[in-house]
Protein backbone atom coordinates (compact mmCIF):
# COMPACT_ATOMS: atom_id res chain seq x y z
CA UNK A 1 0.00 0.00 0.00
CA UNK A 2 1.34 3.75 -0.68
CA UNK A 3 1.39 6.11 1.85
CA UNK A 4 2.52 9.88 1.77
CA UNK A 5 3.79 11.64 4.73
CA UNK A 6 3.76 15.85 4.52
CA UNK A 7 6.03 16.53 7.82
CA UNK A 8 4.79 20.38 8.55
CA UNK A 9 0.61 20.99 8.96
CA UNK A 10 1.67 24.99 8.71
CA UNK A 11 4.61 26.78 7.97
CA UNK A 12 4.64 30.46 8.20
CA UNK A 13 7.42 32.62 5.90
CA UNK A 14 8.07 35.66 5.14
CA UNK A 15 7.12 37.78 2.03
CA UNK A 16 9.90 37.09 -0.37
CA UNK A 17 11.53 34.07 1.90
CA UNK A 18 12.43 31.06 -0.19
CA UNK A 19 10.42 28.27 1.40
CA UNK A 20 10.56 24.21 1.38
CA UNK A 21 7.43 22.18 1.76
CA UNK A 22 8.58 18.42 2.79
CA UNK A 23 7.03 15.35 1.22
CA UNK A 24 7.75 12.01 2.10
CA UNK A 25 6.05 8.51 0.54
CA UNK A 26 5.93 4.60 0.85
CA UNK A 27 5.42 2.39 -1.68
CA UNK A 28 6.57 -0.77 -3.15
CA UNK A 29 6.16 -0.17 -7.02
CA UNK A 30 7.34 2.72 -9.04
CA UNK A 31 5.54 5.60 -7.95
CA UNK A 32 4.06 9.11 -9.93
CA UNK A 33 4.12 12.20 -7.64
CA UNK A 34 2.49 15.02 -7.90
CA UNK A 35 2.08 18.75 -5.72
CA UNK A 36 -1.15 20.05 -5.57
CA UNK A 37 -2.44 23.61 -4.63
CA UNK A 38 -5.83 24.05 -3.24
CA UNK A 39 -7.19 27.93 -2.50
CA UNK A 40 -9.75 28.46 0.24
CA UNK A 41 -13.17 27.10 -1.17
CA UNK A 42 -11.63 25.71 -4.59
CA UNK A 43 -10.77 22.84 -6.02
CA UNK A 44 -7.12 21.29 -6.69
CA UNK A 45 -4.68 22.70 -9.14
CA UNK A 46 -1.97 20.56 -10.76
CA UNK A 47 1.12 22.45 -9.56
CA UNK A 48 3.78 20.01 -10.92
CA UNK A 49 4.46 16.12 -11.20
CA UNK A 50 6.91 13.21 -11.66
CA UNK A 51 6.39 10.41 -13.54
CA UNK A 52 10.41 9.75 -15.35
CA UNK A 53 13.38 11.09 -16.38
CA UNK A 54 15.08 14.47 -14.49
CA UNK A 55 14.69 13.85 -10.42
CA UNK A 56 14.14 17.90 -10.44
CA UNK A 57 11.12 19.09 -11.92
CA UNK A 58 9.43 23.09 -12.85
CA UNK A 59 6.19 23.35 -12.47
CA UNK A 60 3.67 26.43 -12.37
CA UNK A 61 4.20 29.92 -10.07
CA UNK A 62 7.98 29.25 -10.05
CA UNK A 63 7.58 25.86 -8.03
CA UNK A 64 10.05 23.29 -8.05
CA UNK A 65 10.39 19.69 -6.44
CA UNK A 66 13.03 17.22 -6.34
CA UNK A 67 12.13 13.52 -6.38
CA UNK A 68 15.00 11.32 -3.88
CA UNK A 69 14.15 7.79 -4.39
CA UNK A 70 16.88 6.97 -1.79
CA UNK A 71 15.02 8.81 0.39
CA UNK A 72 11.41 8.53 -0.71
CA UNK A 73 10.72 12.38 -0.66
CA UNK A 74 9.85 14.86 -3.04
CA UNK A 75 10.06 18.31 -1.84
CA UNK A 76 8.38 21.15 -2.64
CA UNK A 77 10.30 24.47 -3.59
CA UNK A 78 10.18 27.95 -4.31
CA UNK A 79 12.95 30.73 -3.99
CA UNK A 80 10.80 33.50 -3.47
CA UNK A 81 7.48 33.72 -2.16
CA UNK A 82 4.55 35.66 -2.45
CA UNK A 83 1.61 36.66 -0.49
CA UNK A 84 -0.49 34.72 -3.18
CA UNK A 85 0.87 31.83 -2.61
CA UNK A 86 -0.44 31.62 0.72
CA UNK A 87 -2.55 28.01 0.08
CA UNK A 88 -3.04 24.57 0.94
CA UNK A 89 -0.40 22.33 -0.66
CA UNK A 90 -1.18 18.51 -0.86
CA UNK A 91 1.40 16.17 -2.45
CA UNK A 92 0.17 12.98 -3.71
CA UNK A 93 1.27 9.42 -5.08
CA UNK A 94 -0.24 6.82 -7.50
CA UNK A 95 1.59 3.92 -9.27
CA UNK A 96 0.17 5.05 -12.34
CA UNK A 97 -1.68 1.69 -13.39
CA UNK A 98 -5.01 2.33 -10.91
CA UNK A 99 -4.74 6.00 -11.08
CA UNK A 100 -5.30 6.22 -7.64
CA UNK A 101 -4.29 9.57 -5.78
CA UNK A 102 -3.32 9.05 -2.19
CA UNK A 103 -3.20 12.17 -0.66
CA UNK A 104 -0.74 13.50 2.50
CA UNK A 105 -2.02 15.44 4.80
CA UNK A 106 -1.64 18.84 3.82
CA UNK A 107 0.53 21.90 4.52
CA UNK A 108 -0.95 24.99 4.87
CA UNK A 109 1.37 27.61 3.74
CA UNK A 110 0.89 31.10 5.13
CA UNK A 111 3.05 34.13 3.50
CA UNK A 112 3.31 37.42 5.71
CA UNK A 113 4.41 40.51 4.71
CA UNK B 1 -7.02 22.69 -21.42
CA UNK B 2 -8.05 20.20 -18.91
CA UNK B 3 -10.96 21.89 -17.40
CA UNK B 4 -13.35 19.91 -14.94
CA UNK B 5 -16.51 21.85 -13.95
CA UNK B 6 -18.93 20.70 -10.92
CA UNK B 7 -22.33 22.22 -10.61
CA UNK B 8 -23.56 23.50 -8.18
CA UNK B 9 -20.89 25.05 -6.15
CA UNK B 10 -22.55 24.79 -2.96
CA UNK B 11 -26.30 23.35 -2.05
CA UNK B 12 -28.06 23.50 1.35
CA UNK B 13 -30.80 20.90 1.70
CA UNK B 14 -33.14 19.39 4.52
CA UNK B 15 -32.37 16.29 6.04
CA UNK B 16 -33.79 13.45 4.38
CA UNK B 17 -33.59 14.97 0.88
CA UNK B 18 -31.46 13.61 -2.29
CA UNK B 19 -28.92 15.81 -3.73
CA UNK B 20 -27.12 15.83 -7.24
CA UNK B 21 -24.22 16.83 -8.03
CA UNK B 22 -22.47 17.18 -11.49
CA UNK B 23 -19.03 16.72 -12.73
CA UNK B 24 -18.20 17.42 -16.49
CA UNK B 25 -15.03 17.74 -18.37
CA UNK B 26 -14.81 20.58 -20.56
CA UNK B 27 -12.49 20.16 -22.92
CA UNK B 28 -11.81 16.38 -23.09
CA UNK B 29 -13.35 13.02 -22.64
CA UNK B 30 -13.09 11.64 -19.43
CA UNK B 31 -12.84 7.95 -19.03
CA UNK B 32 -12.32 7.93 -15.55
CA UNK B 33 -13.52 10.45 -13.25
CA UNK B 34 -12.88 10.22 -9.57
CA UNK B 35 -14.99 11.61 -6.06
CA UNK B 36 -13.72 12.95 -3.25
CA UNK B 37 -14.35 13.90 0.11
CA UNK B 38 -12.79 16.78 1.76
CA UNK B 39 -13.60 17.84 5.69
CA UNK B 40 -12.73 20.86 6.97
CA UNK B 41 -8.69 21.31 7.17
CA UNK B 42 -8.38 17.51 6.20
CA UNK B 43 -7.04 15.96 3.49
CA UNK B 44 -8.91 14.48 0.47
CA UNK B 45 -10.46 10.85 0.95
CA UNK B 46 -11.23 8.97 -1.96
CA UNK B 47 -14.56 7.43 -2.49
CA UNK B 48 -15.00 6.02 -5.19
CA UNK B 49 -14.04 5.42 -9.31
CA UNK B 50 -16.53 5.84 -12.08
CA UNK B 51 -15.68 4.51 -15.37
CA UNK B 52 -17.40 5.49 -18.65
CA UNK B 53 -20.35 3.12 -18.93
CA UNK B 54 -19.10 0.84 -15.89
CA UNK B 55 -20.45 0.47 -12.23
CA UNK B 56 -18.46 2.68 -9.52
CA UNK B 57 -15.86 1.12 -7.81
CA UNK B 58 -16.21 2.19 -4.33
CA UNK B 59 -13.60 2.28 -1.40
CA UNK B 60 -13.86 0.36 1.52
CA UNK B 61 -16.25 2.33 4.08
CA UNK B 62 -18.25 4.18 1.45
CA UNK B 63 -21.87 3.34 1.26
CA UNK B 64 -22.71 2.42 -2.57
CA UNK B 65 -26.12 3.06 -2.11
CA UNK B 66 -26.14 6.19 -0.33
CA UNK B 67 -23.56 7.68 -3.01
CA UNK B 68 -24.84 7.17 -6.34
CA UNK B 69 -22.52 7.67 -9.21
CA UNK B 70 -23.41 7.17 -12.99
CA UNK B 71 -21.13 8.07 -15.24
CA UNK B 72 -23.10 7.99 -18.54
CA UNK B 73 -21.23 9.65 -20.75
CA UNK B 74 -17.14 10.57 -21.74
CA UNK B 75 -17.61 14.02 -19.96
CA UNK B 76 -20.41 13.61 -17.08
CA UNK B 77 -20.46 12.02 -13.88
CA UNK B 78 -22.97 12.59 -10.97
CA UNK B 79 -22.62 11.50 -7.30
CA UNK B 80 -26.55 11.96 -5.40
CA UNK B 81 -26.41 12.06 -2.12
CA UNK B 82 -29.71 10.06 -1.60
CA UNK B 83 -31.63 10.67 2.30
CA UNK B 84 -28.85 12.96 3.59
CA UNK B 85 -27.89 13.43 6.85
CA UNK B 86 -26.09 16.33 8.52
CA UNK B 87 -22.97 14.20 8.79
CA UNK B 88 -23.22 13.73 5.28
CA UNK B 89 -22.13 18.05 5.36
CA UNK B 90 -18.90 18.01 3.49
CA UNK B 91 -16.43 19.48 0.58
CA UNK B 92 -17.22 16.91 -2.85
CA UNK B 93 -14.60 17.45 -5.08
CA UNK B 94 -14.27 15.50 -8.73
CA UNK B 95 -11.58 14.78 -10.50
CA UNK B 96 -11.18 13.27 -14.09
CA UNK B 97 -8.76 12.01 -16.32
CA UNK B 98 -8.10 10.65 -20.12
CA UNK B 99 -6.47 7.93 -18.87
CA UNK B 100 -3.30 9.43 -19.04
CA UNK B 101 -1.12 10.17 -15.42
CA UNK B 102 -2.87 13.29 -14.66
CA UNK B 103 -5.68 13.52 -12.85
CA UNK B 104 -7.37 17.19 -13.38
CA UNK B 105 -9.87 18.21 -10.69
CA UNK B 106 -12.92 20.54 -10.32
CA UNK B 107 -13.72 22.97 -8.15
CA UNK B 108 -15.63 21.38 -5.70
CA UNK B 109 -19.18 21.58 -4.06
CA UNK B 110 -20.00 22.74 -0.46
CA UNK B 111 -22.78 20.79 1.12
CA UNK B 112 -24.52 21.63 3.63
CA UNK B 113 -27.28 19.69 5.31
CA UNK B 114 -29.85 21.11 7.67
Known amino acids: AQSVTQLDSQVPVFEEAPVELRCNYS??????LFWYVQYPNQGLQLLLK??????LVKGINGFEAEFNKSQTSFHLRKPSVHISDTAEYFCAVSDGRAQKLVFGQGTRLTINP | GAVVSQHPSRVICKSGTSVKIECRSL??????MFWYRQFPKQSLMLMATSNEGSKATYEQGVEKDKFLINHASLTLSTLTVTSAHPEDSSFYIC??????????FGPGTRLTVL
Open chain 2, 95 to 104: SATSGTDTQY
Open chain 2, 27 to 32: DFQATT
Open chain 1, 50 to 55: YLSGST
Open chain 1, 27 to 32: SSVSVY
